[in-house]
T-cell receptor, first 111, second 113 residues
Framework: GQQLNQSPQSMFIQEGEDVSMNCTSSSIFNTWLWYKQEPGEGPVLLIALYKAGELTSNGRLTAQFGITRKDSFLNISASIPSDVGIYFCAGQANSGYALNFGKGTSLLVTP | DAGVIQSPRHEVTEMGQEVTLRCKPISGHDYLFWYRQTMMRGLELLIYFNNNVPIDDSGMPEDRFSAKMPNASFSTLKIQPSEPRDSAVYFC???????????FGSGTRLTVV
């Protein structure tokens, strides 16, 4: 599958700080998704984006589908300790195709 | 809704043994995916099914790996014979929205010694 470049690889921040992470691809995707994985569990869908330029929020999380369709970012505002986990971006070329995942951003939040 | 159910949660086996991982999808979901997760390679797609038919198995590492979906309620991933390099977390995920927005199971942590 297509390679997704996700950055940063890890972040270590204080509670209350904002977080930003992004994902780029050499190929166009028609769907971008962001997942969070906690220890011992499978990834859980946070936000799904279906249109270039789309900006979608889910509570303190905001994600955007890049206008070129080759990138996406996720912001977390006012981080809290329960935000700890690994965040994955995923791109899908077309409906019915498998998702391609980034390598993940590991987030640690200190109280 | 019980979600995607995988079993076992943990499996420790000796090299050369056969391993079978199981997945029960969410009722009504017509796409089923098997992924493998390791620190080095992240989440890798192994194979996926649509309406019980394998669509893409190009991610299956080698002939030792096989997957079946005999009906809409059940899928298996089998490794025979297993090797230490197969140690990983194996996830099953399903989707009913034309393949969008997967729901993952909790995974099977496989250790081959």
């Amino acid at each position: 599958g297509q390679q997704l470049n996700q950055s940063p690889q890890s972040m270590f921040i204080q509670e209350g700080e904002d977080v930003s992470m992004n994902c780029t691809s050499s190929s166009i995707f028609n769907t971008w998704l962001w997942y969070k994985q906690e220890p011992g569990e499978g990834p859980v869908l946070l936000i799904a984006l279906y249109k270039a330029g789309e900006l979608t929020s889910n509570g303190r999380l905001t994600a955007q589908f890049g206008i070129t369709r080759k990138d996406s970012f996720l912001n977390i505002s006012a981080s809290i300790p329960s935000d700890v986990g690994i965040y994955f971006c995923a791109g899908q070329a077309n409906s019915g195709y498998a998702l391609n995942f980034g390598k993940g951003t590991s987030l640690l939040v200190t109280p | 809704d019980a979600g995607v159910i995988q079993s076992p949660r943990h499996e420790v086996t000796e090299m050369g043994q056969e391993v079978t991982l199981r997945c029960k999808p969410i009722s009504g979901h017509d796409y089923l995916f098997w992924y493998r997760q390791t620190m080095m390679r992240g989440l890798e797609l192994l194979i996926y099914f649509n309406n019980n038919v394998p669509i893409d198995d190009s991610g299956m590492p080698e002939d030792r790996f096989s997957a079946k979906m005999p009906n809409a309620s059940f899928s298996t991933l089998k490794i025979q014979p297993s090797e230490p390099r197969d140690s990983a977390v194996y996830f099953c995920a399903t989707s009913g929205q034309g393949g969008r927005g997967y729901t993952f199971g909790s995974g099977t942590r496989l250790t081959v010694v």
